[in-house]
């Protein structure tokens, strides 16, 4: 996982040409748009005014379990193991770890607090220090953002929930106490464990990254806070790729890795606002996306409900009420209580709450948007997948390679 460091020079110049290509400003964001058509929809939907964009925002669904409205704090202990924080092992990652969990909640508490004009100042600032300076031992993110937690606590029960799986499979990745073997054992019942015990464990359907990223909201964030953006983004480059870095290693080799990648997430990927999309597992780690794809699409559809709600936050043309109600739905889109029963490779109605056409067992590189990847100008949500779009154009063979086209090519 060598990486070179990208020269300063070199990195403001790609990042110009690039913030302007998701459309950071208006002016060049219409430029854009007449140079790539199949951009266009998404990048003229924010220069519309609020009345427009309000009138497009999809309805939320009527028949929400009881569950949906419960405020309640409602925390779940993670399963039992001898293998539970074993992260430590590697310390410098556990820390960085800590780390991660304090960005959101500052955010999300100051953007529903009236703070949104600082967060590119003051709250990156806070983050920053954070990052450079980490927790001891993991922070309880509910405490960090009460308001938060208040407003939307079952939102934040489903990001914990995730969160948990993320760690315990990290820990037993990192255990000494554990064959290669019974790692891989243990895995598959952590994720059995994370949707037996709750309803709101998130599906591991393969979504369609690009219809969930082409909302009437979607992209106000980043366009917005792109350093804070930038933050995010790199933690969930640390949060995928830390994956490869962890399996099938001994702890001296994972050590070792970990010296590499640390540097480079601390210098690079926490900073860079030039991506076009979020990390995908498939990228940062394919040999654990390709063994286990259920749960790498778990990860990118939370990392996916983050930018969703991120977009609803910040996109001032909402009445509190409408982003409540876009907030529900867009954790509705992504539940495994809302895709039971279903397959990959299918699409189920028309109401724009299921798509996930494609195949079982390719993780998340087929579903970037379009113009990501080489599989030509996808008409979200209207085509299935025996569409034009061929299955060699969107699946990620199991070799461990990342398909032509990857947008970061880690």
């Known amino acids: 996982m060598r990486h070179k460091l990208i020269k300063q020079t070199t990195a403001m110049a790609i990042a110009a040409a690039l913030l302007t290509s998701i459309g950071l400003h208006p002016a060049t964001a219409q430029q854009q748009n007449q140079e790539h058509q199949g951009h266009q929809g998404h990048d ?58 304090v960005g959101h909640a500052f955010a999300y508490e100051d953007l529903v607090t009236g703070k949104a004009k600082d967060l590119e100042t003051k709250t990156f600032e806070r983050i920053n220090w954070v990052l450079k300076n980490p927790p001891r031992f993991m922070p309880d993110e509910a405490n960090i953002s009460p308001t938060f937690g208040r407003k939307y606590g079952v939102l934040e029960q489903v990001f ?35 949707v037996d015990n ?61 010296t590499t990648a640390g540097k480079q997430y601390h210098e690079v990927e926490l900073y860079r606002t030039d991506r076009p999309f979020m990390p995908m597992f498939a990228e940062v780690s394919p040999k654990f996306a390709a ?50 029963g279903m397959k990959p490779g299918e699409n189920y109605g028309g109401d724009g709450l299921h798509d996930h056409r494609f195949m079982e067992g390719m993780p998340g590189m087929g579903m970037m948007p379009e113009g990501l990847m080489n599989h030509g100008n996808m008409n979200h949500g209207s085509r299935n997948h025996n569409s034009s779009t061929t299955q060699q154009d969107m699946t990620v063979p199991n070799t461990g390679k990342t398909p032509a086209g990857s947008h970061i090519g880690h």
């Open 44 to 101: 003229m939907n924010d220069m519309k005014a609020p009345t427009a964009n309000a009138q497009k925002l999809p309805p939320v669904p009527t028949n929400l379990p009881g569950w949906m409205d419960n405020k309640d704090r409602n925390h779940i202990y993670r399963k039992r193991g001898v293998y539970n924080d074993a992260i430590y092992n590697i310390r410098p990652l556990a820390l960085d770890l800590n780390a991660v969990a």
């Open 160 to 194: 914990d929930w995730a969160h948990i799986l993320h760690a315990q499979t990290v820990d037993v990745l990192a255990s000494t106490k554990l064959t290669d073997a019974q790692k891989e054992a243990e895995i598959e019942r952590l994720y059995k464990f994370y």
């Open 198 to 258: 709750v309803p709101y464990a998130i599906t591991s359907l393969p979504m369609n990254m690009g219809y969930l990223d082409s909302q009437p909201y979607s992209k106000a964030f980043r366009r917005k806070y792109p350093k804070v953006n930038g933050l995010f983004w790199g933690y969930h480059w640390l949060q995928g790729s830390m994956y490869d870095l962890l399996y099938g290693k001994t702890l001296e080799q994972q050590r070792a890795a970990y």
């Open 291 to 340: 063994r286990f794809p259920h749960i790498s699409n778990v990860f990118d559809n939370l990392h996916m409900l983050h930018d969703m709600v991120n977009d609803i936050l910040a996109s001032d043309w909402m009445s509190e009420q409408q982003k409540e109600g876009q907030i529900k739905r867009a954790i509705w889109m992504v539940m495994a209580a809302n895709h039971k």
